[in-house]
């Protein structure tokens, strides 16, 4: 189907029709319960996973494939949502130009950034990029804000004013990012004796364009590209003595994966038109290595698990508060209650980094593969339970056996 | 003329003079041994053939163009190609991947983005894939992960992985170094059979004499840096300068 073989074309299948369910499956728990603090099916939350999710994708791309682990992809992240947010301002609210923009600007700055760090590989490389995202950060917070070049705003961060010139804008058209009319904020929502689901047009939006891009990540894994990548990582001398330069593929890589970064950037912009520098900071570049060695790099579905992840326990952490513990602990009694709530107390709302800090760490020291060899291992546990299970069975009869003869 | 023609080759590293006034001339469809002591510069020289060290001095041609200055993967497209000393394979690949790098290399030169094409459509570098495996006897090891084969396999494959690519001059940096005796029996086998079954230019660095005089055609005795001898097998043996070089290695 479409080019993929069937093992591909199943796991394709099921990431879109979890897309398109991800309004139903992300508010399992009727409004108004104890249990609604953990739906993740409000618009602003879904975005974000889907977007994140291409993001960690690109990411994947350069990174599972060639092993090449850049440490400045936020950098092109945050030039997407500068120059979707450009186009807000100057020519129109209509996504697409802007989604195209902030692609082509990523790419650009990613060609030139690939030239120069892939000159080194390995630690270098990673100094090199993060170099370059730190100061594309200093850039775009201060150096390249002032009353006679104001391109990024600054501190408050690239907005769009009334006053803006908005040349295509006409009087018709949302006030606000739409698709050719379509608000990425009008949100249908179905209601069904408590539940309650939100059906957004921004987040359908996103996720065709996440699905679109998740082919085209598979497309490209299983590409004589692809392998060519792979053969980066495994063996770089042999690859350059088999006649083939190994510069050009990981240029191309790289790339590639800003290109992602921009999309991704875009789309960020387009959901919020806002764009600031602290999307470019190295946390946030340190957040999509996180998400794709936490979901599983190089591997096709472990990345966007990663950023779903990641997304979901962030924002379900940080909404925890001391009440809500208090409420958790009520069935203990009152000392052993305040002291429970003391221990986990770091480790909710602000703290959340700490939690996540915790979870990567047993995730790479117990599951180098991250979540999906995580999935491996309990499928294959399962397998293994049920064989032993009838070995076992066939073993107690033989014994139940002997006595008797 | 040979296909490979070095001419006054020199090379220093600080004061060591590792090569000194090298000339070789290697014929088309000769196996040609270049044999020497440790430390004799047999490992520089080929490292000049290959572009990973350039010469102080003098020339190397190869089939009429210098290779001098020229990057791995460029004289790789020029028609040499290199087997290691130990096998250098995609490990984390299978073996028909290994296969088929060499093959896109040949096809499509040293670069093309082919990201959103198919294997199913490469019908013929997979033919040609399967048909050298069938050669060296690996078929049904086809998907295997090749990191977890016997060091005797790797060599195989990566002796496959050159010659799918028709190699105008195949070079093996001391093919059976660290072997035991039947492995290197195995290689020497293969490598016969491999020249018995094409027309091939090979040029073996080697230490083993064993492997040499199984295999080669013509041979240069290598001593500190500088050619001592090149001539037929048989006329080496009983060569006494080169009995000198050796043996002179054995007394200290």
């Known amino acids: ?405 | 003329m040979g296909i490979l023609e070095v001419k006054g080759v020199n090379k220093r590293f600080g004061g060591l003079k590792a090569l000194s006034d090298v000339n070789l001339s290697v014929r088309e469809n000769t196996v040609h041994a270049i044999i020497g002591p440790n430390g004799a510069g047999k490992s520089t020289l080929l490292n000049c053939l290959v572009g990973k060290l350039i010469p102080d001095t003098g020339s190397v041609m190869f089939d009429g163009q210098s290779v001098l200055g020229r990057k791995p993967h460029e004289i790789n497209q020029m028609g040499i190609s290199r087997v290691f000393q130990t096998p250098e394979i995609f490990g984390d690949l299978t073996v028909m991947e290994n296969i088929l790098i060499p093959c896109f290399a040949r096809r499509d030169g040293a670069f093309r983005l082919h990201a959103f094409e198919n294997f199913a459509h490469e019908k013929d570098l997979v033919e040609k894939a399967e048909a050298i495996l069938v050669d060296v006897n690996m078929i049904d090891k086809r998907n295997m992960h090749s990191a977890s084969m016997s060091r005797g396999d790797k060599r195989r494959l990566e002796m496959a992985m050159c010659l799918v690519q028709e190699p105008k001059l195949l070079l093996l940096d001391e093919p059976t170094a660290g072997m035991a005796r039947a492995d290197t029996n195995n290689t020497i086998d293969l490598l016969r059979d491999i020249k018995s079954k094409r027309d091939i230019t090979m040029c073996i660095i080697e230490h083993d004499m064993h492997v040499v005089f199984s295999l080669a055609d013509r041979i240069t005795v290598l001593a500190q840096g500088t050619p001592l001898v090149e001539d037929e097998p048989e006329n080496i043996k009983g060569n006494p300068k080169v009995q000198e070089a050796y043996l002179g290695e054995a007394a200290h």
Not at chain 1, 65 to 93: Q, R
Not at chain 1, 321 to 334: E, I, S
Not at chain 1, 390 to 404: L, Y
């Open chain 1, 1 to 405: 189907m479409l080019g993929l073989n069937k093992h591909d074309a199943m796991l394709f299948v099921i990431v879109l029709i979890l897309t398109l369910l991800a309004p139903f499956l992300l508010n399992p728990f009727p409004q108004g319960s104890s249990l609604a603090q953990f739906n993740a099916g409000y618009p602003d939350l879904m975005q974000r996973f889907v977007i994140y999710g291409i993001f960690a994708i690109g990411f994947n791309i350069l990174f599972g494939l060639t092993g090449y682990l850049s440490f400045g992809h936020a950098a092109f992240l945050g030039m997407g949502s500068y120059a979707a947010v450009w186009i807000f301002k100057l020519l129109t609210y209509n996504v697409v130009p802007a989604i195209l923009l902030s692609v082509i600007v990523a790419g650009l700055f990613a060609l030139v950034i690939g030239y120069i760090s892939l000159r080194r590989s390995g630690i270098y490389f990673s100094i090199l990029t993060l170099a370059f995202a730190q100061m594309s950060f200093a850039l775009a917070y201060s150096v390249l804000s002032n009353p006679k070049f104001n391109l990024t705003n600054g501190e408050t961060g690239l907005q769009v004013y009334s006053n803006d010139p908005q040349w295509l804008h006409r009087a018709s058209l949302p006030d606000m990012p739409h698709l050719f009319g379509l608000s990425v904020r009008s949100t249908y929502t179905l209601r069904m004796n408590g539940w309650t689901f939100d059906f957004n047009s921004g987040y359908y939006i996103c996720a065709a364009i996440m699905i679109l891009m998740f082919y085209l990540s598979i497309r490209i894994f299983r590409s004589p590209f692809g392998m060519m990548l792979r053969a980066i990582k495994s063996n770089q001398q042999r690859l350059n003595y088999t006649g083939l330069n190994s510069r050009p593929y990981t240029l191309a890589a790289f790339v590639i994966s800003g290109m992602y970064a921009g999309l991704a950037g875009g789309l960020l912009a387009a959901m919020d038109p806002l764009a600031g520098a602290e999307r470019m900071q190295w946390t946030a570049s340190g957040e999509v290595v996180l998400m794709t060695i936490l979901g599983g790099a190089g591997t096709l579905i472990g990345p966007v698990l990663g950023a779903g992840f990641i997304k979901y326990f962030e924002n379900i952490f940080s909404k925890i508060n001391d009440n809500v513990l208090h409420q958790w602990f009520a069935f203990l009694p009152d000392g052993m209650e305040d002291l429970m709530v003391t221990i986990v107390h770091p480790f909710i709302g602000k703290g959340w980094n700490l939690t996540l800090g915790l979870l990567f760490m047993i995730v790479v020291i117990f599951l180098p593969g991250g979540l999906v060899e995580g999935g491996q291992r309990v499928g294959r546990v399962f397998r293994r339970r049920d064989r032993k299970a009838s070995g076992a069975e066939a073993e107690a009869a033989r014994q139940r056996r002997t006595p008797a003869e």
